[in-house]
């Protein structure tokens, strides 16, 4: 019997890889297989794009890595070859462009270059400006009490009135171990600022919740407060009787 001509056009019938597939192949499965069969082309692409995809993610890594490198370097040689205004120029921009898990660093070293140069008020918005990028955590709430020592030393009502602003902020935020410093830090700024009544309260509560050896130094700080207070009161010229 003689083989059967094939009609023009179509193909010959012989073995080939999907027809031995859809013979292995159950019935359960063939559902599966013809999706597969029909969209290789796609399946193909989408394993493609997720090799270019873990690729460039390892690409990445490292170029995060070594820009991180390479930050910590340029800072460390800032740091040890410059001094005063040309170093806290350089640490700016630095900061600037270093990667984000080296900038806190960067902006800190620049902000005690600053204050080194006693640039109180560029040293307190550097620190401010570390204290945002650590909002939540002890680095950023250091870096305020910082920026308020910064402020302080500005020396002028306007900075200690800012300081107060952030100290009365940071209240109940600081850990029990930072307390006591925050309130008498938050005391002076209120001197500072010609908050006398604030800063009364403030002595008042450390004399009765601060610690035991300073509490008679605190009490005399009210005293003396109110005494001043007072004579500074008596001392006023009284308006003329009518």
């Given at each position: 019997?003689?083989?059967?001509?094939?009609?023009?056009?179509?193909?010959?019938?012989s073995?080939?890889?999907?027809?031995?597939?859809?013979a292995?192949?159950?019935?359960?499965?063939?559902?599966?297989?013809?999706?597969i069969?029909?969209h290789?082309?796609l399946?193909?692409c989408?394993?493609?794009l997720?090799?270019?995809?873990?690729?460039?993610a390892g690409?990445?890594n490292?170029?995060?890595?070594?820009?991180?490198?390479?930050a910590?370097?340029e800072?460390?040689?800032?740091?040890l070859?410059?001094?005063?205004e040309?170093?806290?120029?350089?640490?700016?921009?630095?900061?600037?462009?270093?990667p984000?898990?080296?900038?806190f660093?960067?902006?800190?070293?620049?902000?005690?270059?600053?204050?080194?140069?006693q640039?109180?008020?560029?040293?307190a918005?550097?620190?401010?400006?570390?204290?945002?990028?650590?909002?939540?955590?002890?680095?950023?709430?250091?870096?305020?009490?910082?920026?308020?020592?910064?402020l302080?030393?500005?020396?002028?009502?306007?900075?200690?009135?800012?300081?107060l602003?952030?100290l009365?902020?940071?209240?109940?935020?600081?850990?029990?171990?930072?307390?006591?410093?925050?309130?008498?830090?938050?005391?002076?700024?209120?001197?500072?600022?010609?908050?006398?009544?604030?800063?009364?309260?403030?002595?008042?509560?450390?004399?009765?919740?601060?610690?035991?050896d300073d509490?008679?130094?605190?009490r005399?700080r009210?005293?003396?407060l109110?005494?001043?207070s007072?004579?500074?009161?008596?001392?006023?010229?009284?308006?003329?009787?009518?």
């Amino acid at each position: 019997m003689q083989p059967t001509p094939s009609t023009p056009g179509s193909t010959p019938s012989s073995p080939t890889l999907l027809t031995d597939l859809r013979a292995e192949v159950g019935a359960e499965s063939a559902p599966l297989l013809q999706f597969i069969l029909r969209h290789a082309a796609l399946i193909a692409c989408g394993v493609g794009l997720f090799v270019l995809v873990l690729v460039g993610a390892g690409i990445w890594n490292w170029r995060n890595e070594t820009a991180r490198e390479d930050a910590q370097a340029e800072l460390a040689r800032i740091s040890l070859s410059l001094k005063g205004e040309e170093r806290t120029k350089a640490l700016g921009e630095l900061a600037a462009r270093a990667p984000e898990d080296v900038r806190f660093a960067v902006l800190a070293a620049q902000a005690q270059s600053a204050a080194e140069s006693q640039d109180w008020t560029q040293a307190a918005r550097i620190y401010g400006e570390a204290a945002r990028l650590d909002s939540e955590g002890s680095l950023g709430q250091a870096a305020l009490f910082a920026q308020c020592g910064a402020l302080m030393n500005a020396g002028t009502p306007e900075s200690a009135s800012e300081a107060l602003a952030v100290l009365q902020a940071l209240t109940g935020r600081v850990e029990a171990a930072r307390q006591g410093a925050l309130l008498r830090m938050q005391a002076e700024a209120a001197l500072a600022a010609g908050r006398t009544d604030v800063a009364v309260a403030v002595f008042s509560k450390l004399a009765e919740d601060g610690d035991q050896d300073d509490q008679a130094y605190y009490r005399f700080r009210v005293e003396q407060l109110r005494g001043t207070s007072a004579g500074t009161a008596s001392d006023a010229p009284k308006a003329p009787a009518e």
